[in-house]
């Protein structure tokens, strides 16, 4: 059975730093990483989709990072800002039977100014 | 459309009533999940819906929850007798059922049970 593991839980940060939030899976048969952010009460919204032929994924100031072989991706964030502040999900698409996604519970993010 | 749209965006109903929850998905989406959120917790799954297939129901926490997909399309998620656990955000996403797709969200309903 698949698990995905967030590291931190939280975070807490001045504005201006660079960070890393950390996904970690344990079955490495996945088609795909999909990072999403959370605002308090609201939906998701998806922020970056990794394949699994990829190594990296860019939007703006996030970078997400994927390696397959050793179960992990990386979320950075550079030089972050107050409107970052709010929790960060990923979710792996294994591959080989159903397309549920498995949820990690998130990093909770604070940037204060 | 655009978007997965859910509605209502808020539900306060008194204990012991039923629900309709209801989720409309990307046009062309033929996978659709129902999620349930508690506060502080993470993403429960529910049911999920693929085209004509019979749904997956293994998350769906009682018998008193329900769901179904007419037409392949419009979802409505029924509790019945609601209890008080039941109070959190539940989320709809779609997506198409492609190895290479990831998830599109609603904004979710919260409900309270008072």
């Known amino acids: 059975k698949q698990e995905v593991t967030q590291i931190p839980a939280a975070l807490s940060v001045p504005e201006g730093e660079n960070l890393v939030l950390n996904c970690s899976f344990t079955d490495s048969a996945i088609y795909n990483l999909q990072w999403f952010r959370q605002d308090p009460g609201k939906g998701l919204t998806s922020l970056l989709l990794i394949q699994s032929s990829q190594r990296e994924q860019t939007s703006g100031r996030l970078n997400a990072s994927l390696d397959k072989s050793s179960g992990r991706s990386t979320l950075y964030i550079a030089a972050s800002q107050p409107g970052d502040s709010a929790t960060y999900l990923c979710a792996v698409k294994a591959s080989g039977g159903s397309y549920i996604p498995t949820f990690g519970r998130g990093t909770s993010l604070i940037v204060h100014p | 459309g655009a978007g997965v749209s859910q509605s209502p965006s808020n539900k306060v109903t008194e204990k012991g009533k039923d629900v309709e929850l209801r989720c409309d998905p990307i046009s062309g989406h033929t996978a659709l999940y129902w999620y349930r959120q508690s506060l502080g917790q993470g993403l429960e799954f529910l049911i999920y819906?693929?085209?004509?297939?019979?749904?997956?129901k293994s998350g769906l926490p009682s018998d008193r929850f329900s769901a179904e997909r007419t037409g392949g399309s419009v979802s409505t998620l029924t509790i019945q007798r609601t209890q008080q656990e039941d109070s959190a955000v539940y989320l709809c996403a779609s997506s198409l059922a492609s190895s290479n797709y990831g998830y599109t969200f609603g904004s979710g309903t919260r409900l309270t049970v008072v």
């Open positions: 819906f693929q085209g004509n297939s019979a749904p997956d």
